[in-house]
């Protein structure tokens, strides 16, 4: 099927139409013409792949990666850094048009580096090769480098299959020292892994949730903040634009008093927020264990923990928290969260969100409630579709009339 690409969905995937028929084409983009082959069909929509570009679009760029046209990996390197970028502007006023959201981002806080800026790789192991699945489907594409990760990541990458793992899985993690933490599920016995310490720097190597060597966490230092972070605890996957993040967080709570931070993880933001005292939820027992470290590391005082699912804390949010963070995962936040943070009238704010499609849904629910005084795009992921977005909000103040209202109201009944 012979199809022209029209535009990007909230995805990244290019778009065409058929028939009334909506088509999804990963990896195609707006003004390419292009042969497919069909994937999945749902009633309204097809996904199908590219078979050839028969007529590429002004916008394509060389792509440097040879994975690129099967990997899943990443899903936007095919154009140029600037097109990068106002695809994820547009993406995120789109939205907010849309849902009839009244303000309009104007930038995008850039990253210092194109590629291997990612401090974390996630890659499956298929009868002894890895790499990541292909598109739409559980096909793995065998990789033995990837541009989004670090050299010192990569470096290790292809020395995995020293260990001889048939099935599975392999996180591998890396701090700012270049440190390396190998975190492996398989139910494969592993060979020796000597090699590996006697050639990297190995923090730790966890397999199936027991440490086999060296430590179960690294030490992450980002700004001058330092944090202890096991190795299934949340950490964000690029330094440069998570310092810019706290630069950020800093800021808007310069004049906060009592601070909530939900889904606080190790206690990052919690820790950077100013605060005089500061209550943190986070659902994985680890992170809090190392957010209770965290805190005293970073000599911070009149600040607590607690392991919990936010939605079983939500009688902790009361009036007297001026300010809140939420930093969801991908879901976004429960929407008996939000409905109580309305209820309660909490002054202000601070959404950090990577997925805009969520962020822009909760943002919707307290649209009536509350005012957008700033809101931030962060390329904390190049050559992918995703951004980080923080949102910050004010109440309104509904009771009382503005001095211009009064006037207008007087002049109108003269
Ligand atoms: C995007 S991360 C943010 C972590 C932290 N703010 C940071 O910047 O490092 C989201 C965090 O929420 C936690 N989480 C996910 N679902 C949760 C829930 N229902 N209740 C509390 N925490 C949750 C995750 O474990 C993760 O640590």
Request: charged share 25%.
């Amino acid at each position: 099927m012979k199809l022209e690409i029209i535009k990007f969905d909230n995805l990244g995937r290019g778009i065409a139409y058929v028939d009334d028929k909506i088509v999804f084409v990963p990896k195609a983009i707006p003004g390419d013409i292009v042969t497919v082959v069909r994937k999945r069909e749902k009633k309204n929509f097809l996904e199908c792949e590219i078979k050839e570009i028969i007529k590429p679009s002004k916008l394509r760029k060389e792509v440097i990666c040879p994975y690129f046209s099967l990997c899943g990996g990443c899903d936007l390197m095919q154009i140029s850094t600037s097109e990068k970028l106002e695809f994820k502007l547009n993406l995120v006023n789109e939205l907010l048009h849309k849902n009839k959201i009244d303000f309009v981002v104007k930038d995008i806080i850039k990253n210092n580096k194109e590629y291997n800026y990612r401090n974390k790789i996630t890659l499956k192991i298929v009868d002894g090769l890895i790499g990541y699945y292909e598109n739409l489907s559980h096909k793995l594409v065998p990789i033995d480098y990837c541009y989004l990760v670090t050299d010192e990541i990569n470096n290790v990458l292809k020395e995995i299959k020293r260990l001889n793992i048939q099935n599975g899985e392999v996180t591998i993690r890396c701090n700012y020292k270049n440190e390396l933490l190998i975190i492996i599920n398989t139910l494969d016995k592993i060979a020796s892994y000597d090699y590996l310490i006697d050639n990297f720097l190995i923090a730790g190597i966890i397999v199936n949730d027991e440490c086999l060597y060296g430590d179960d966490y690294f030490i992450e230092k980002i700004n001058d903040y330092v944090f202890k972070v096991s190795y299934n605890s949340f950490f964000q996957v690029n330094p440069f634009i998570c310092g810019k993040l706290f630069n950020y967080i800093s800021n808007y709570t310069s004049d906060s008093k009592n601070v909530l931070d939900l889904y606080c993880g190790v206690g990052t933001l919690s820790i950077v927020a100013n605060h005089d005292y500061l209550l943190g939820v986070e659902i994985v027992d680890n992170a809090i264990k190392d957010a209770n470290l965290n805190k005293n590391f970073n000599l911070k005082k009149n600040i607590d923990f607690i392991c919990s699912d936010t939605k079983n804390v939500i009688d902790k949010i009361t009036s007297k928290f001026d300010t809140i963070i939420l930093d969801p995962p991908r879901s976004g936040v429960d929407e008996k969260v939000l409905n109580k943070i309305k209820e309660v009238n909490i002054k202000k704010i601070i959404y950090v969100s990577c997925n805009p499609l969520t962020l822009v849904r909760d943002l919707t629910l307290l649209k009536n409630n509350y005012r957008i005084e700033d809101f931030m795009l962060l390329d904390m992921f190049p050559n992918t579709h995703h951004v980080e977005s923080l949102v910050v909000l004010n109440i309104m103040n509904k009771g009382k009339i503005k001095k211009e209202q009064i006037i207008d109201i007087v002049n109108k009944t003269i």
